[in-house]
């Protein structure tokens, strides 16, 4: 017999591990009524170093980010 929170903690690694590999490999997932990650390429920037104030090269890089479904903010709104 196996336990249910073991079995549910290997479905969500299993889950992260997934999402975690699609956003690592360009592609996008949405989940309907929760929302949707990506990932967004930034460009590079000059910005600066707060110590110095020396400029500083940024150069570009893919952040991965979550946008949540309408549905979902309006629940979470809703609860609070």
Known sequence: Q????AASDVYKR???NAVKQ???SG???EIRGFGT????NRRPRIARNPRTGESVTVPARAVPIFKPSRLFKK????AL
């Open 2 to 5: 196996v336990n249910s929170s």
């Open 14 to 16: 299993q889950f992260l």
């Open 22 to 24: 699609a956003i690592a």
């Open 27 to 29: 592609d996008h997932i």
């Open 37 to 40: 990650f990506k990932v967004r």
């Open 75 to 78: 629940e979470v709104e809703e």
